[in-house]
């Protein structure tokens, strides 16, 4: 079928690129730069155009062409600040964040009810008790052996807990923080800019605390005010850098990060650190002076974490040119080792990484999990059925410091993320040299990669199905 599949072989150009990934280089103080000095960027904030700039201008000065692409954000969210009390049979205050998309609330007190982890047997269980209330649900202990599994189910039962008390009638969700010592985190609200019920994250602790008060019996009241700035159609930019290709300039390989982040820590493993190594990257290929046959696209996305919008907008901007996108790649898993890549459910584009990996096998073992996966700037790509890759990670610390204050420059795995560099940087490069190309999927492949997998799933728990179904978001035609 693919004829070309196995013509792919690594040349003086790879060995060099590779090589440049792993020796000196400006990553380390670039990454320290972004996530020190210029800190959490929530997109919609002064610090987001700050990273905006920033990243610009690391490109300019690397050689790189760049250019910035504007579009329009359907919503942003950015907390000024959030309190939230205990009183009744016992007081103490709560340490608080809300969950992005959280409306503003001011001190709504209400009851507050023990809701176990919020399943409907627990909702079932508080009846009519829980219109109106507060209602408390648990999540489970998400440490570094849990890891990104522990993540991904947390979106699950955040949207089914959600779900059940909108159908409730509650006042609002306070959901404990899955992180021990104190740690709060933000999460996306399931139901994304359309939700509407307020939803706190308070410490583990705090959590706990309450749940053994209310089932020793006492009687609580929780009282809240969530300040958020909330806009709608606010301009946003994605950054994109290009390297011409020489023989074949139409096709693009393009491979991205966000650049936006949360803000309660600084945005280091989520995701500077990937922001950082595909500058370096960009900037290592024009230092050599490599010329790739296929024109290479980097792309800082922003809007990552309000609705993987940046990269949604660009499937829309370059529209025209996504029959000629050979792969959307996406790195987004902190600094853990690079195990292999999630391939989407296509085993031609698992043949074509294998051979790319081949010049960095001393970096490995690799294994490429051939699902679609659903959380970071692929997803688009995957929808408009552009082949598309997610570095797959050893989860390391990334689980158990996401969307966290902990999330900060020294979590980063410095050796790590050279080496990670140099492996993206092989498979860029094979991508952007090989003449094998697989084809953009249809609809109806779409459809049919939907109702094998669990995307369905997916997709809902990152709030992006209903667009999807109605047609605002992949290809339709
Ligand atoms: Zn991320």
Redesign the pocket.
Request: without cysteine.
């Given at each position: 079928m693919h004829p070309s599949l196995d013509a792919y072989a690594a040349d003086d150009d790879t060995q060099r690129l590779i090589a440049a990934m792993l020796g000196d280089s400006p990553v380390v103080e670039d990454l320290q730069e972004l996530t020190d000095t210029i800190g959490g960027r929530v997109t919609g904030s002064d610090a987001n155009e700050q990273a905006v700039a920033w990243a610009t201008d690391k490109l300019r000065q690397a050689g790189v062409a760049v250019s910035t692409e504007t579009f329009m954000m359907p919503a942003t969210w950015d907390e000024r600040s959030v309190s939230a009390r205990i009183s009744g049979d016992v007081e103490f205050v709560l340490n608080s964040v809300a969950k992005p998309y959280s409306p503003s609330v001011s001190r709504l007190s209400a009851r507050l009810l023990d809701g176990g982890f919020g399943s409907a047997a627990d909702f079932e269980r508080l009846g009519e008790s829980a219109a109106g209330a507060w209602v408390l649900v648990e999540t489970p202990l998400l440490d570094d052996d849990v890891g990104l599994g522990g993540l991904f189910g947390l979106y699950g039962d955040s949207r089914t807990f959600e779900t059940n008390a909108t159908a409730a009638g509650a006042a609002g969700i306070v959901s404990m923080s899955p992180y021990p010592k104190n740690l709060v985190y933000r999460q996306f609200a399931s139901h994304g800019a359309q939700n509407e019920l307020p939803l706190l994250v308070i410490e583990r602790e705090d959590a706990q605390r309450a749940l053994r008060l209310l089932r020793d019996g006492k009687s609580l009241t929780l009282s809240a005010t969530i300040d958020a700035d909330q806009q709608e159609k606010r301009s946003s930019t994605n950054v994109i850098a290009e390297i011409p290709g020489a023989s074949r300039p139409d096709e693009i390989v393009l491979f991205g990060a966000?650049l936006d982040s949360h803000d309660l820590g600084t945005g280091a493993l989520?995701?500077g650190v990937n922001v950082a190594m595909l500058i370096n990257v960009a900037r290592q290929i024009t230092r050599l002076g490599l010329q790739p046959q296929r024109t290479i696209r980097i792309a800082l996305w922003n809007g990552?974490?309000q609705g993987l919008v940046g990269s949604w907008k660009y499937t829309v901007q370059h529209k025209d040119e996504l029959d000629n996108h050979v792969v959307a790649a996406s790195f987004?898993i902190g600094s853990g080792r690079t195990t292999g890549f999630f391939t989407g459910g296509r085993p031609d584009l698992v043949r074509l990484v294998n051979s790319y990996l081949a010049p960095v096998a001393a970096l490995g073992p690799f294994q490429q999990v051939d699902a679609p996966v659903v959380g970071?700037d692929n997803y688009d790509f995957m929808i408009q059925g552009v082949p598309n890759l997610v570095a797959f990670q050893a989860d390391a610390n990334y689980a158990s410091n996401y969307h966290a204050e902990s999330d900060t420059f020294d979590k980063v795995d410095q050796q790590q993320m050279r080496l990670n560099s140099a492996i993206a940087a092989a498979v860029l490069w094979g991508f952007a040299n090989d003449t094998a190309r697989l084809p953009r999927q249809s609809n109806a492949e779409i459809r049919a990669l939907i109702d094998a997998t669990d995307l369905e799933t997916q997709m809902r728990n990152f709030a992006v199905w209903d667009a999807w179904a109605d047609g605002t978001r992949g290809r339709h035609d």
């Open positions: 966000h989520d995701n990552e974490e987004d970071t």
